[in-house]
């Protein structure tokens, strides 16, 4: 009687075990899918800016800042008309020369003789947050401009939608970039980087977790 007591116990502990593990790989992998989904969508409509200093040195961080300032005014001006993030990078691309120029102008202003390499590409980013919007980080297109060597703190931004306000101090999102945001962004998305409630920063929270693992991984 004990003997087959204890097969019944066993039975039931292997199938428990074997129940658990398929149900824990179920969540994963839906974590995952989703994880991938949300990034996915993020990374094709948004256009970002990623200004690199020359060093941490108090000069080349204020340079960085007349450099993002003038970049700025100038595709503020260029892109008002643009409405996806596709139009964008074409404006972009065609205004490159322009833009190198703006940049490297204001280096030599200032009195440095630094080369600045301006680029377009995919590039990491961490979790950002931009007034009352979240991204989480992740791979972005952006446009990146390199300063002397480029090894001083980073400063970022969003292209498209225009999250780049002229105030870049003052942690205010305009309502008209929001809802060019909520165009173009399905509304798990939108809801995703701008809601605050409990479960949807659960959710950001399991994004920005795994991208992290991807982006250690990827390092390593």
């Not at 596709?86 to 009195?111: F, H």
Request: charged share 20%; glycine share 4%.
């Amino acid at each position: 009687m004990k003997s087959v007591t204890n097969i019944v116990y066993s039975s039931f502990f292997k199938r428990f075990f074997t129940l658990a593990v398929l149900l824990s790989l179920f969540i994963i992998i839906s974590a995952i899918s989703y994880v991938n989904a949300i990034s996915e969508n993020l990374s094709e409509n948004l256009f970002r800016l990623h200004v690199i200093a020359n060093s941490d040195s108090t000069e080349d961080q204020d340079l960085k800042y007349l450099v993002r300032d003038n970049i700025i005014e100038y595709i503020n001006e260029l892109s008002q008309n643009a409405t996806t993030k596709n139009e964008m990078i074409l404006l972009i691309e065609e205004n490159i020369g322009e833009i190198t120029k703006i940049a490297q102008d204001t280096v030599n202003i200032a009195g440095y003789n630094y080369d600045v390499n301006v680029k377009i590409g995919s590039f990491n980013f961490p979790t950002k947050y931009y007034g009352d919007i979240s991204l989480p980080a992740g791979m972005y297109d952006s446009l990146r401009i390199e300063i002397g060597n480029a090894i001083g703190q980073n400063w970022w931004c969003v292209l498209f939608p225009p999250l780049c306000f002229v105030d870049v101090n003052s942690g205010i999102v305009p309502e008209s970039s929001k809802e060019i945001m909520k165009d173009n962004l399905g509304a798990e998305e939108y809801r995703l980087i701008s809601d605050d409630t409990v479960d949807v920063q659960f959710k950001f929270k399991i994004i920005e977790m795994f991208q992290n693992i991807s982006t250690k991984l990827a390092k390593d």
